[in-house]
């Protein structure tokens, strides 16, 4: 039992809630009478609220996502009803703005908005003497970072054999993106690094080997980056992969190089190009060299072992049809390992709020929040842009299709308008993106390919094979080949 519950309800099980652990880690004296306790999307309200009360709180902190308020607010209430004297105290970037008018907030009794490091230990501290602040808001000042303490000591062993390890050696970004949240971050600020590699090297020992940097843009200091590089390679183990988010036109020929070194797969970079169109980048102030862009991927693709996810946003305002169809050709010819189509989505706060106002973007209003409609393209479009995307991921993303989905999409004109085509007749044909067996998706990626693929039946029958016995362990007939 702990007087203190910290909990949050994470996308998949395989994610740690990083908040959590910085709230734990920087609790102080109040430490021994607290407890983690993370749930997953998957899990039903009333089991979690079930859970958490077994636990018998005084406090409960949970932390609030855009992924997970629907199901945050169901598990609040219920806790309210169950447990009248418990007291909820709410945080997280869901709540950070625009919170007023939530349901959530009105079964809470404390919502702490931005890093609550500080201000959650001092709430802490007067509930637990018997104090109860008038003030149900709670603004928290941005911390000075050194003066943390390092929040890797808890996670747990379970944590380091099954799930990733979220680290981070800065907060903040330079850019101010009118779709990203950071825009309204005071710069970036930096955690000393010394303390951060003793840190790591603990976890290290401890047997961690999937890192996932959450700095905003890894790269904003080529030289700091690569500090971060040497100290993973000299303590490299088989199995290891660091990921990092980064800017693709500020990857200078030294970062470049380094990066080089690693191992095949070792380094998972998640590149944020968002856009190629320079009016859609405009729009949103984010400076980006679209050539250096081009060439920095280049370079990672045919010269580095580094998994490649790029991003690309659907429904930036001044985007079109065309110009995202041609940004989306320019990467597959690069071919990085995925090509995560988003749509784009107005995170409460963002700056991108002024052109859902002017009338120029229209955002659905429940979560996530996402584009409906542009003045550049309509809802037809963006609905079958997000048809597509889900398409991408079962057949590209996902890794299944490596041989079978060239066959498609490299002899076309347009690789996008190709993958449109098939995603339409998919649509068509199952109605749905989701609970489609493998066999099925293979069945019909070979009847549409028989029609519109310029290559032999041979071919075919050769390419599908390839894919889907490259698993070992699948034995299903194809039985659909025609021979």
């Known amino acids: 039992m702990s007087a203190i519950l910290l909990t949050t309800i994470n996308a998949r099980y395989s994610h740690t809630a990083f908040g959590l652990r910085w709230l734990y880690a920087n609790l102080g004296p109040l430490q021994p009478q607290a407890a983690i306790r993370e749930f997953f999307l998957r899990q039903k309200p009333e089991d979690i609220v079930a859970d958490i009360l077994a636990e018998e709180p005084f406090i409960m902190g949970i932390g609030v996502y855009i992924w997970n308020v629907e199901i945050v607010t169901e598990v609040v209430r219920l806790l309210r009803a169950k447990r009248p004297d418990l007291i909820i105290v709410l945080g997280g970037p869901e709540v950070r703005f625009e919170y007023e008018d939530m349901p959530v907030l009105a079964w809470a009794d404390y919502l702490i908005r931005g890093e609550g490091e500080a201000a959650f230990r001092e709430l802490c501290g007067e509930l637990l003497a018997g104090k109860r602040p008038p003030e149900k808001i709670v603004t928290a000042d941005p911390a000075p970072l050194a003066a943390l303490t390092l929040p890797y000591d808890a996670y747990t062993d379970d944590d380091i054999a099954h799930r990733l390890i979220y680290v981070e050696t800065?907060?903040?970004?330079?850019?101010?993106?009118?779709?990203?949240?950071?825009?309204?971050?005071?710069?970036?600020?930096?955690?000393?690094?010394?303390?951060?590699?003793t840190a790591m090297d603990t976890l290290i020992d401890r047997g961690a080997k999937l890192f996932k940097f959450v700095d905003r843009t890894a790269n904003i200091n080529p030289d700091r980056m690569t500090e971060v590089l040497d100290f993973f390679q000299t303590r490299w183990r088989d199995g290891m992969q660091l990921h990092f988010e980064v800017l693709p036109d500020r990857l200078p020929p030294s970062l470049l190089d380094r990066i080089a070194q690693f191992p095949e797969g070792g380094l998972h970079l998640e590149v944020g190009v968002q856009s190629f169109s320079a009016a859609a980048l405009d729009a949103i102030d984010r400076p980006q060299d679209l050539a250096d862009t081009e060439g920095?991927?280049?370079?990672?693709?045919?010269?580095?072992?580094?998994?490649?996810?790029?991003?690309?946003?659907?429904?930036?305002?001044?985007?079109?049809?065309?110009?995202?169809?041609?940004?989306?050709?320019?990467?597959?010819?690069?071919?990085?390992?995925?090509?995560?189509?988003?749509?784009?989505?107005?995170?409460?706060?963002?700056?991108?709020?002024?052109?859902?106002?002017?009338?120029?973007?229209?955002f659905d209003p429940n979560p996530p929040y996402a584009i409906v409609e542009t003045d550049t393209l309509s809802r037809e479009a963006i609905v079958r842009i997000k048809q597509f995307a889900r398409l991408f991921d079962l057949y590209h993303n996902s890794g299944n299709f490596p041989r079978m989905l060239p066959l498609l999409l490299d002899p076309a004109p347009s690789p996008f308008a190709e993958f449109m085509a098939f995603s339409d007749a998919f649509w068509d044909a199952f109605g749905q993106g989701h609970g489609i067996a493998l066999i099925e998706q293979a069945r019909f990626l070979y009847d549409y390919l028989r029609i519109y693929a310029p290559v032999s039946l041979e071919t075919l029958a050769h390419a599908i094979k390839a894919d889907y016995y490259r698993i070992p362990g699948r034995r299903e007939r194809l039985d659909f080949l025609v021979l």
């Open 170 to 197: 800065s907060r903040g970004c330079p850019f101010r993106c009118a779709f990203c949240l950071s825009a309204l971050d005071c710069g970036v600020r930096t955690l000393p690094l010394e303390p951060f590699f």
């Open 296 to 362: 920095a991927l280049w370079f990672l693709r045919k010269r580095t072992g580094a998994l490649l996810h790029v991003d690309l946003v659907a429904g930036l305002p001044n985007e079109t049809w065309d110009t995202f169809e041609a940004g989306f050709n320019r990467l597959w010819t690069i071919r990085p390992h995925a090509i995560q189509v988003g749509i784009l989505k107005r995170l409460k706060g963002a700056p991108i709020i002024a052109f859902e106002r002017t009338g120029r973007l229209t």
